[in-house]
């Protein structure tokens, strides 16, 4: 017998899974590998008409036991592909032999149709759209409309493409594998039919509401949960909002991504937020209570005396919701300290005579800790030292 794909693994289920299990396998293959998001991918596109292939099998209960009773990949109820005696001199059939290249380069396991020239299923296109949020928006949700532009099932044809009272008939050219082989010694490579396009199927007479394309355009109106907490890019997956599938798929998923609109206020940061809190000379120096925004109101921060500007501080759990998991950020509060660029005369006069209290150089310990010294070890010339050391010269 001609070799076969283990459709099984083909699908990574095991033989004894449920059909609804084999269906959600099928779906998540047919995303992964699907032409419209591998476009030039050849590899990708193989992988897709294998996956499809598999699932026309064991998505359907005849064939799966038709399948299962020709004894696994190899076929031959167990026996293994290769019939000592089968060919002449006790060895094995060579014409089987090329049966079994063939099938490892996709040339004969049928090209995925069942024998009623049924057309293969092909699950929909995924469809995304934008929404443009304010930040409050985006920080506690929101349900928003959405118009989409797609495509649904022509209710002329069923999505059959063909005109009614009509429909499609089995290729030919193919006769309804979608594949043609070529000859080439022992081995024979297969390609997509010309006459059908690899569907296996031609529709003699298209339905003239859809042209024979079994999808009609329309658009579809929705209400969407936009979760608390998105940031900007975040995408929000609507399970079978996208384009409906063709002969029976499954339909395509739509992906709404959130723009979002920048806060004068606060920065994201990751799973948090920050916010830049301005202090005046006096606060920095001798402390001080200042009042700071949250996302429910205000708060009050204790400033400590001597606090340094980029100084932070934390309100735990102040913060956004995290998306995918639990509890929410935190919002951290940078302190700058705020210098006036301009001073009347008694504001310099009060800064003067600060200065003249507090009678301190911070940059000591900077000149100290660079290891000012001459080359002998002792003190390094000052600029007066220098000057008076040319004047003796």
């Known amino acids: 017998m001609a070799a076969k ?31 419209d998001r591998n476009a030039g991918d050849k590899e990708a596109e193989a992988k ?103 495509q649904i099932t022509c209710t002329s044809c069923r999505g059959t493409g063909a005109r009614s009272g009509t429909a499609p008939t089995i290729c030919p050219q193919c006769q309804g594998r979608g594949v043609e082989a070529e000859g080439q010694g022992l081995f ?34 929705y209400r969407v949960s936009i979760p608390a907490g998105v940031r900007d890019g975040s995408r929000i ?50 402390g001080a209570k200042v009042e700071v925004p949250t996302l429910s109101g205000t708060k009050t921060l204790k400033v400590a005396a001597g606090t340094s500007s980029g100084t932070v501080q934390r309100l735990r759990g102040e913060g956004p919701a995290k998306l995918g998991g639990s509890g929410s950020g935190d919002i951290h509060y940078r302190f700058v300290i705020d210098v006036p660029k301009t001073l009347t005369k008694e504001q310099k006069a009060a800064v003067e005579e600060l200065a003249k209290v507090i009678d301190a150089n911070p940059r000591a310990a900077l000149l100290n800790g660079a290891g000012h010294a001459g080359a002998d070890g002792g003190p390094k010339p000052t600029a007066d030292d220098a000057t008076t050391a040319e004047a003796k010269a």
Do not use: M, W
């Open 188 to 221: 024979s490579i297969s390609q997509p039919c010309p006459r059908c396009g690899g569907s296996g199927t031609v529709i003699e007479a298209p339905c003239a509401t859809c042209k024979g394309n079994g999808l009609n355009k329309t658009v579809k109106k």
């Open 48 to 150: 897709f008409k294998e996956v499809s292939e598999a699932n026309d099998t064991l998505a359907d209960p005849e064939k799966r036991k038709a399948y299962d009773r020709s004894g696994g990949p190899f076929g031959g109820g167990g026996q293994g592909g290769f019939r000592p005696g089968a060919g002449q001199g006790g060895g094995f059939d060579s014409s089987q032999f090329g049966d079994i290249l063939s099938n490892l380069f996709g040339g004969a396991a049928g090209g995925g149709r069942g024998g009623g020239g049924q057309a293969r299923a092909q699950p929909g296109r995924d469809l995304q759209t934008e929404v443009t949020l304010s930040f409050d928006q985006a920080v506690a949700g929101v349900k928003l409309p959405l118009s989409i532009p797609t």
């Open 5 to 35: 794909r283990d459709f099984y693994k083909v699908l990574g289920v095991p033989k004894n899974a449920s059909q609804e299990d084999i269906k959600k396998a099928y779906r998540k293959l047919a995303r992964q590998y699907h032409p």
């Open 237 to 286: 997956r609507l399970a079978g909002k996208g384009e409906p599938g063709l002969h029976g798929g499954p339909a395509g998923d739509l992906y709404v991504v959130t723009r979002v609109t920048p806060s004068t206020v606060f920065k994201r940061k990751g799973d948090n937020l920050e916010v830049e809190v301005p202090l005046t000379i006096p606060e920095a120096v001798i």
